[in-house]
């Protein structure tokens, strides 16, 4: 999963044997990560984006679901949210068929890390050759 550069920070003052109060890491609104790129199993469709940090711990996630032209079928993208205190998920699905990129947003989350995995399908579900859920965001790295 991407980590926050809190973690860096560390490292690096470890490496050049820096001593850094963890202020000076810590994140501020407007921080921004990127997540991504996730394929599809048959490299039809794929999907990319950002993440910034809001006020109050809350993010933004954005993006893009591209679909391949030339091929039949429509590109998805679906994300698993599961909230860091109950472990409970909440699931968010997007597709595209139109040949081009669709863009995707999920605004004011907080407390939940992000995953998603990218598939192929029709215009009504997920019909298959999907990636493995891969790591978009984790609240505290």
């Not at 954005?62 to 994300?79: M, N, Q």
């Not at 040949?99 to 947003?105: A, D, E, G, I, P």
């Not at 407390?111 to 990636?131: D, L, N, P, Q």
Request: glycine share 12%; hydrophobic share 35%.
């Amino acid at each position: 999963m991407p980590r926050k550069p809190l973690f860096a920070g560390f490292a690096a003052a470890a490496i050049l044997g820096l001593a850094a109060p963890a202020a000076a890491y810590a994140q501020s609104p407007g921080d921004t990560w990127n997540w991504g790129t996730i394929f599809s199993t048959d490299h039809k469709a794929k999907a990319l984006g950002k993440v910034k940090e809001i006020e109050g711990g809350q993010i933004d996630l954005t993006g893009k679901l591209y679909d391949v032209p030339g091929h039949a079928g429509c590109s998805w993208i679906r994300f698993r949210l599961t909230d860091i205190g109950t472990a409970h998920r909440v699931y968010r699905t997007f597709h595209t068929c139109s040949n081009t990129s669709k863009k995707l947003s999920l605004h004011g989350l907080e407390g939940f890390s992000v995953e998603a995995k990218v598939c192929r399908g029709t215009s009504h579900k997920i019909s298959g050759k999907c990636s493995a859920y891969d790591g978009v965001w984790a609240p505290g790295g």
